[in-house]
């Protein structure tokens, strides 16, 4: 399996000080910056677009940028995240009249695509897909908001993944999303995961460089 990936999601930063607050995480350890991008139409919140992924790359970020998309309809903002400096975008399968177009037009525009399931979309839901993938996000809590619990049936669900990404053949990476904490990432690595998004675990932390060397720490163990 590919190496462990901390992507913090920066819902749970100080939005009056995002330049800062993501140069300290990225300074502190983080490998990805977790970019959650709400509508008030597909979830029940509304947060950044494209133009402040735009000004992240303007204030000098070089990390990959791993955009969530939790917007309905999906394609028309693809190109504008493109253009701001996304690395990763990953949609909702429900948001997307045509899944396999949407991941088509992702790659089409240099970024790499992922898809995204919420706690009650099931595993088949990649059939067909998988080998156009760059990245499965399983959310382990409903989609809309930082600092809820983890949902534990998204154990098992990982593993199931992680068999279909190993039988692909493909490096695909296996993401998690939701409740994630030192003290169950271990169980979520074990799981399958490799790819590590945490807002309210990290930002809400007093020292950022401790609580990601100390879930790096808990994955390798
Ligand atoms: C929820 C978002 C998550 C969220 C994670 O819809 O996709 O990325 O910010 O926050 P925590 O780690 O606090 O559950
Ligand atoms: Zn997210």
């Not at 429900?94 to 992922?114: D, F, K, M, N």
């Not at 990476?173 to 807002?199: S, Y």
Request: proline share 6%; net charge negative; aromatic share 6%.
């Amino acid at each position: 399996m590919s190496a462990c990936l901390i992507a913090p999601s920066i819902l749970s930063a100080d939005f009056a000080r995002l330049g800062a607050e993501v140069d300290a995480v990225l300074q502190a350890g983080a490998d990805w910056v977790h970019f959650d991008v709400m509508d008030n139409h597909y979830v029940p919140n509304l947060t950044i677009g494209p133009m402040v992924c735009e000004a992240l790359r303007r204030h000098g970020v070089t990390a990959p940028i791993d955009v969530h998309l939790m917007v309905k309809p999906v394609d028309r903002i693809v190109p504008d995240f493109a253009q701001a400096g996304a690395t990763y975008i990953s949609f909702h399968p429900e948001a997307s009249e045509h899944v396999h177009r949407t991941i088509q037009l992702i790659r089409s525009h240099g970024c790499r695509p992922g898809l995204v399931l919420n706690p009650a979309t099931p595993v088949e839901v990649l059939d067909y897909l998988l080998d156009e993938l760059d990245l499965v996000l399983l959310m382990s809590v409903n989609p809309g908001f930082g600092g809820q619990a983890f949902i534990p049936s998204a154990l098992d669900k990982l593993r199931r993944v992680r068999e279909r990404i190993a039988a692909s053949g493909r490096d695909i990476r296996l993401e998690i999303d939701g409740g994630v904490k030192p003290d169950n990432i271990g169980a979520i690595a074990a799981a399958g995961a490799d790819t590590f998004v945490a807002g309210s675990a990290i930002f809400n932390a007093p020292d950022y460089a401790a609580v990601i060397a100390k879930m790096r720490a808990e994955v390798a163990a």
